[in-house]
Every structure is written in C-alpha cells, then in structure tokens.
C-alpha cells in the first residue's frame, strides 16, 4: 500500500485547502522551517490513525478532544481540519477522509464506489491496510506505533529509538512489526488473567480455612454440650428461684416461663437488678456510722445565739471606730514632727556653713579685711570666729518626736483588739454555717435511710435489716448464676439438631474450597506453561525479525559510515525477569570493544545516523508494515554532510522497493536530492514541493515532477 494523494484543510499550518500529489516514486518536500512541511507529514499519519502523540501533552490520550484541538490550524475559517488521503497500489483505491470539528473527530474510508463511516471505516481501513493489527485491543494506537517506528521517522524523534526508548519498548516495537504484537497482547492477557486467579486462588484458600475453623468450632461446640441435661430439673430450680426471690420481696409477677426463647435474658435482667439493689443496700449500710456519730453529737452541740453575734459585732465596729480615730491622730503628729525635723536640719545646715567659713577666716585672718581691705581689730575678730567655731562642737538640742511615738504604740493596741473582735465574729458566723451544712446532710442521709423516727435504736434496727437483705441477695445471685448455667445448657441442648447441620454445611463447604482452589491453581499452572511458550515464540520471532533487519542494518550503517572506530551496529533480543527486551550495542571489530548505549559515547550527529540506519533496515526488512514508503522529516538536522552522502547512497538503492518521502530545510540539500534520485528507469518519476511564504491565509505551494531519462552515453565509433 502507497501514498497516491493528499487534500489538507485546516490542519495547522495549512489553513486553505492544498491538493498534493504524492504518486511519484519519490517525492522531495523544500521550504524554510516554519511553512509547513512537517505538519504536512504529521497530516499524513493523523489522518490514518487519528492520533498525533508528538503533541500531546504529558499523560494525555492522543485521542482526546483537547488533542484533537490542538491539529486545527488558529486560522481555520470554521475550526474544521480535513485531511483526504489517497492509498493504492491495486485496484480499487482508497480514500480515507478524516475531519475534525469542536473536538470531535470522524473517519469516512471510499473503497472503490462505496463508503463507510465510524468504526465501519475504521475496520475497512484496517482491514486493507494492516490486518495484522485488526485484532489489537486498541488498533489505532497500534498503527500509530507502527507508522512512527517504521514508516514515518519525524525530526524531533529520530533517536527516540536509540537513545530514549527501553530495551523493553523496543522489543515491542519490533514485535509489532512482525505481528508479535497480538502474542503480546495474548501474554497481557493471559498474565492479567493468571494474576486474577493467583488472587481468586489466594481468596479461596483464605475462605477454605475459614470454613475449616467454623467446622472446628462447631465440633467443639457438639463437644461441650455432652450428654443431654435433665430439664425437669432445670424446670423446678427455675420456679423454685423466682417463687424464693418473691418471698423476701425482691422477684416480679407472673413468673416468667423457662420455656420462652427469652428466658436468659430475662434471668440476666433480674441479675442485674439484683447486684444494683445490693448496691444500693451497701451504700446505705456505709453510712450508718456517721449517721449515728453524728446524732449523738448533735444532742450536745448548739449553735452560737444571735445575741452573742450582735454583740461580738457591736464590740468590733467600736474597735474600728478606735482604731481609725487612734490612725488619724498618728498622722497629725507626724506631720508636726516632719515639720519640726525640718526647722532643725535647716538650723543644723546654717550651723555647719558659718563652722566652715569662720574656719576659713582663721587660716586666711590678717590686719585687713579679705573682703572690702579696710583695718580692722584682728585681736576682736579672733575672739569672735574661734568663739563660732566652738560653737559647732556644742549639742544641738534634740527633735520632739515623743507624742508621735506613743499615739502610735496606742494605735496599734486599739488595731490588735479590733483584729481580734473580727476574728471572733468570723468564727461565730462560720461555726453556725458550719453546723447549719452538718444538719443539713445528716437530714439528707436520713431522708435516704428512709427512717421514720432519728433515734440510735432505729439505726441499730436499721443496720441489722440491710445485713439481711444483703446477705438474701448475694444467697439469690449465686443461685440465679447456677441456674443461668442450666438454662445456657438446655439452650445447647435445643441447638445440638441446628449444630449437627452446621458441621455437615462448613464440611462439604470445606471441601467445595478446596477442590476449588485446586482448580485455579491448575489454571495458574497452566497459564504459566502457556505464558513461558509464548514468551519463547515471540523471543524466536523478534530473534527471526531480526535476523532479517541485521543484514540491512549493517549494510546501511557502512554506508553512512558515522564513527570511525565503532563500525558494526546490531540489534539482540533476550528475555529477562519474563520481558522482551532489544538492546542496540555498537562494535569495534579491530579493538574487539563494544557499546551497550551508544548514544552515552556517540555524539548527537552519530547517535541520529545510527537511529536512520536502525529506522530504514527496519523499514525495509518489515513485509507486514502498514505503508510501503519510508518517510524523513528533515534528516539533515540530525546528520553531518558526510553521513547525508553516505544516507542518500543507501536510501537510492532502496529506492526500488519503498516509496520515498523526504523533507528539507535546505534548498542546496534539496537540489542534491534531486540531482540524486533522478529518474533512471523507465516509470520512476521523482516530485518536487516547494513551500514558501506562509501567510494567515494559508501557505503558497508548488509542484513539479520530472520524468525524463537523461541520455545515456555510448561510444559509437
């Protein structure tokens, strides 16, 4: 199956409608980057598989309507995309026409004169297309792989194979292309459902002890019950407890029947009212002697009389009174005394500065006055400072701080006799409230004993009464605990019947597990078996597959000659921890060294001429691939010059057996293109489109063909 033909409308770059023939054996895509060459490309492999993962963001289905979106160019003038393309290399032709709108795609496919639309078409596509994939879970998905590994080599992509795909999605990859890929599928599968019985397997055994243990325990329950009791017996200690609890005032009426369904809960009911009301008779009997200490003191205690109370008030509010007029007077002398001590420290300061100047005078005394230089009687003048400077080493006379002193002692006395007076009245008062709270409970205690008459008799009488019943409740629980044994035994009794199917259900249930279980791990075994064959089927046929790419792949590779020392290129598969993997090592058969990831010692030039070469020898080694057309996106961005030589010597000789479609940047590269693959034969024909000057309105294209066959030379003399 071949490109004929494509319309595009809509489609990113394209926004007016393009007509491109792509009959020609060879076909040469040039134009500046950014007029569309790539989304020319990527219109090819969207309008086959519906799908464009290049752009689709991380963790988003290429099917998606946001994906789907993305394709429409922002010009479009009705947001529709188109892609029309025409497939054939047999009668009848194929038109598949898939459109886009809002984010809803649709797929119409014409074979011949009739059409069909939706899943239809996607079936009558895959059906003429690549039938191999037509039984995949999800084949378009699969389509899309297989075109993008070995058809469609886009530019940002080419050493994805290399250099970021895993050795186990190259194994898939080549799987897909030899059909593998549906034994894959099977393997999934087959491992999905394995796991499923491994738990299926996993819960039974679970279930299958469960039901052992319910069998154990239902035997052990046949076990205990024993010989069968005698219930005539359980029928008159039961009567003879209840009519017993009656008689001390304690049962309730009608007696309950033994017989009743209910007859436990109702004895453990009465249980438990009967360790309440002993509780209760305790609690009261715990009291007892307080009640009757406090009685007994309550015959001689009396509270202090109110009289005495006003009068303990009366003595302390004339205290304070005392004691306030006592602080006033304090504080009048003081201020008479801060007044006098104020008056004696300013006598004392002029003292001490007339001491210090007659001091000076002396040291400094002449015939003359200091001051104003007249004469003066030094004799007199003498006399008169020494007699100033004596005058300091008398006594002063003492401050009159007497009166204050003694008011205040007396204050003090007055405050102690008012303190005590208060501390008087405060124990009065909390003595009665005191005594008010003890009468108060001892009321609430007696209201609680219920005694008629608050004397020590009745306590007394009391006292023996509680201990009674007490004692008749404690012999009545340990009776009815007795008599609940019997009666849980007569229950089992009725359930040895119920019991005994019990065990026959929990053992053919047990059984039933177990053969059960023992099934599905025959099943896993089984699957197992089946999974390691086939593990070993699409080892043999990747290993074929690339039995077949290894020739080509090394032919190509010397072609486009990318390392100097590393001359061999291979692909091996093996399985590991139950996975294909293929692994691309590169050989130094001189040094006899060898590069597990070449792309680790390879440099970007050398690591995309060893991806091309992978890409082609895949290509061409693949019968079963969707398109026979092996398509570049600008290989010249991934590729020294040397390399493109060596490239298009190896892409010209394959030129007989794939349809080329090559894109470029370069109209130097594209002249060499051309220069290149031009005709030789007769029927090749090589196309040339040229793309320039891309507008809003859409991109201005060309196309031309040539046919001829140069002239050979020939000697002709």
Not at 168 to 175: L, M
Not at 381 to 396: F, I, Y
Not at 471 to 493: F, K, P, R, V
Not at 655 to 660: M, T
Request: hydrophobic share 40%.
């Amino acid at each position: 199956m071949r490109l004929l033909g494509a319309s595009i409308e809509g489609f990113r770059a394209f926004t007016k409608r393009v007509e491109i023939d792509l009959s020609a054996d060879i076909t040469i895509l040039v134009g500046p980057n950014g007029t569309g060459k790539t989304s020319l490309l990527d219109s090819i492999l969207w309008g086959l598989t519906g799908r464009l993962k290049r752009i689709s963001e991380d963790g988003e289905r290429a099917k998606s309507a946001e994906s789907q979106e993305r394709i429409v160019s922002l010009y479009a003038p009705a947001g529709l995309a188109r892609v029309a393309l025409t497939l054939g290399n047999s009668k009848p032709e194929i038109t598949v026409i898939r459109t886009v709108l809002d984010g809803r795609s649709n797929l119409v496919v014409h074979v011949g004169e009739a059409a069909t639309e939706g899943p239809s078409a996607v079936a009558t596509l895959l059906r003429r297309m690549w039938d191999s994939g037509a039984s995949s879970a999800s084949p378009l998905d699969d389509l899309h792989e297989a075109l993008t590994r070995s058809v469609y080599l886009q530019q940002d992509l080419v050493r994805q194979f290399v250099d970021r795909d895993s050795p186990q999605d190259r194994f898939a990859a080549i799987s897909q292309l030899t059909g593998v890929g549906r034994i894959d599928d099977l393997q999934r599968k087959l491992e999905s459902s394995r796991n499923a019985w491994h738990r299926a397997m996993t819960q039974r055994d679970v279930e299958a002890l469960r039901a052992e243990q319910r069998l154990a325990e239902t035997r052990a329950q046949l076990t205990r019950i024993g010989r069968e009791s005698k219930e005539d017996d359980t029928v008159r200690q039961w009567n003879e407890w209840w009519n017993g609890l009656l008689g001390k005032n304690l049962g309730i009426r009608p007696i309950p029947e033994v017989s009743t369904p209910i007859a436990g809960q109702v004895l453990e009911q009465m249980l438990r009212t009967l360790q309440a009301s002993k509780l209760t008779f305790q609690r009261r009997l715990s009291i007892l002697p307080q009640v009757r200490d406090d009685l007994a003191q309550f015959e001689t205690l009396r509270e202090v009389p109110e009289e005495q109370v006003a009068r303990l008030k009366a003595t302390t509010n004339q205290f304070e009174e005392q004691s306030s007029k006592a602080k006033a007077l304090v504080a009048a002398a003081e201020e008479v005394d801060a007044r006098a001590r104020a008056e004696i420290l300013a006598k004392r300061d002029v003292e001490d500065e007339m001491h210090t100047l007659a001091q000076l005078a002396l040291r400094h005394l002449s015939s003359h006055c200091p001051v104003c230089a007249q004469s003066i009687d030094m004799k007199a003048v003498e006399r008169r400072l020494r007699k100033q400077v004596a005058r300091k080493d008398e006594s002063l006379p003492g401050m009159a701080l007497g009166e204050a002193a003694r008011l205040r002692v007396e204050a003090e006395r007055v405050g102690l006799q008012a303190k005590k007076a208060q501390g008087d009245l405060d124990n009065a008062i909390e003595y009665n409230k005191g005594l008010s709270a003890r009468r108060a409970l001892l009321a609430s205690q007696l209201a609680d004993l219920d005694l008629g008459t608050a004397t020590l008799g009745g306590l007394n009488d009391l006292e023996v009464c509680l201990r009674q019943h007490i004692n008749d409740i404690s012999e009545a629980y340990s009776a009815g605990e007795a008599l609940s044994l019997a009666i849980a035994q007569m229950g089992e009794e009725g359930k040895r019947e119920e019991l005994l199917q019990q065990e026959i259900s929990a053992e053919m249930e047990a059984k039933r597990l177990r053969e059960l279980h023992a099934s599905y791990q025959s099943a896993y075994d089984e699957a197992s078996n089946v999974i390691e064959a086939i593990r070993h089927v699409a080892d043999d046929a990747v290993n074929r597959q690339i039995e077949r790419i290894a020739p080509l792949l090394q032919k190509i590779y010397t072609r486009i000659d990318p390392h100097p020392a590393f001359r061999v290129a291979e692909l091996r598969s093996k399985f590991t921890k139950g996975r294909g993997r293929v692994d691309t090592p590169v050989l130094d058969p001189r040094g006899e060294k060898e590069i597990d990831k070449p792309a680790q010692v390879f440099s970007s030039a050398q690591t995309g001429a060893l991806a091309v070469s992978i890409f082609l020898a895949m290509n061409l080694a693949s019968d079963g691939i969707p398109l026979h057309t092996a398509i570049l996106d600008d290989p010249l961005q991934s590729l020294d010059d040397i390399n493109v030589l060596g490239m298009l010597d190896a892409l010209r000789r394959i030129r007989e057996r794939r349809q080329l479609i090559i894109s470029t940047h370069d109209e130097d590269f594209a002249a060499l293109l051309r220069r290149k693959f031009r005709p030789l034969e007769v029927g090749q024909r090589t196309s040339l489109v040229t793309l320039r000057n891309w507008e809003r309105s859409g991109v201005s294209l060309e196309q031309s063909s040539e046919v001829d066959i140069p002239p050979r030379l020939q000697v002709v003399s």
